[in-house]
């Protein structure tokens, strides 16, 4: 059984570039959460993918986007990158609710750095 | 908007002593998770407490759930240097698909050998 995997690991991307990264979720799972964590701070809820569609969404502006594929893995895009968006970002993966343990596993994280 | 306060932010203590962390919420959630992190890594899921007034136990870690659902306590029995970490305090509220997270800003402890 093969674990939450996130690509690239870091990354350093200038201001106003657009950035992709990349999730695969655990074996089995059908829901992907995405997060972004800040340095001392915890992790905020970015949005949810289910069944290939945006499930819930935190505070964040549309210039952060995403998708899921057939196979459940995803991809969080963000565009017109800030400084501020500089973080850790976290893919979480679970089962749905109906389908009963729904405990979430993180990836390592992708290391972001906007400069 | 749902708010999970953590206190303390930062914590310090001896190989051997006991600690209390705590988390409080503005409102109610499905469930409360509590999560440690370590550098570089994600989250890891220690317990999920669901039941006002419930209590859990891992080794020498013991999670209480307030009755009201709105506040929750992490404490540890003689802390090791291994315990050293990020622990996080999670809201858990039901999507269309799993459950969405809400977490504190973390209580970051040291134990020093």
């Known amino acids: 059984e093969t674990g939450v995997t996130q690509s690239p690991t870091h990354l350093i991307k200038t201001r106003g570039q657009q950035v992709t990264l990349r999730c695969s979720s655990q074996s089995g799972h059908n829901t992907v959460s995405w997060y972004q964590q800040a340095l001392g701070q915890g992790p905020q809820f970015i949005f949810q993918?289910?069944?290939?569609?945006?499930?819930g969404r935190g505070n964040f502006p549309p210039r952060f986007s995403g998708l899921q594929f057939p196979n459940y893995s995803s991809e969080l895009n963000v565009n017109a990158l800030e400084l501020d968006d500089s973080a850790l970002y976290l893919c979480a993966s679970s089962l749905a609710i109906l389908q009963g343990n729904t405990e979430a596993f993180f990836g390592q994280g992708t290391r972001l750095t906007v400069v | 908007t749902q708010l999970l306060e953590q206190s303390p932010q930062f914590l310090s203590i001896q190989e051997g002593e006991n600690l209390t962390v705590y988390c409080n919420s503005s409102s109610v959630f499905s469930s409360l998770q509590w999560y440690r992190q370590e550098p570089g890594e994600g989250p890891v899921l220690l317990v999920t407490v669901v039941t006002g007034g419930e209590v859990k136990k891992l080794k020498r870690l013991t999670f209480q759930f307030g009755d009201a659902r709105k506040d929750s306590s992490l404490h540890i029995t003689a802390a090791q240097p291994g315990d050293t970490g990020l622990y996080l305090c999670a809201g858990a509220h039901p999507g269309a698909g799993s459950y969405q997270l809400t977490f504190g800003k973390g209580t970051k402890l040291s134990v020093i050998p």
């Open positions: 993918y289910y069944r290939e569609e945006e499930n």
